[in-house]
């Protein structure tokens, strides 16, 4: 959620530190899209980040006193583009961002590639 007067780009790198333990640094902005069109007011601002284990600064799982119960899992990135193919992603986000990522970065899904979080 941003909170009020903040930037996306400064909402994603805190919930990167808070949920994935991840401290981002250049994000690169797939899109702003509508969450369900014609039901909801709410946006959402896709970005695509690269990190590296130097990055990481905690644990995840979210911060404390939100309830947030975030289990923190890596994927690579073949497997996740198989999911996509077979239609086993039920999230549009990530989805989406995969797709972009397939576009911008075809290299990154032709053998043994990064782990995402």
Excluded: Q
């Amino acid at each position: 959620m941003i909170e009020k007067g903040e930037r996306p780009e400064t909402t994603v790198r805190r919930e990167a530190e808070e949920e994935l333990g991840v401290k981002l640094s250049s994000l690169e902005p797939v899109a702003r899209v509508w969450s369900s069109p014609g039901v909801s007011t709410e946006r959402v601002s896709l970005f695509l980040a690269v990190y590296s284990e130097a990055d990481r600064n905690g644990e995840g799982g979210g911060a404390k006193g939100e309830h947030e119960d975030i289990t923190v899992r890596e994927t690579d990135l073949l497997d996740l583009a198989e999911a996509a193919d077979a239609g086993r992603i039920a999230d549009v986000k990530l989805f989406a961002l995969l797709c972009a990522l397939r576009v911008r970065r075809p290299d990154l899904f032709v053998s043994a590639s990064p782990r995402i979080w």
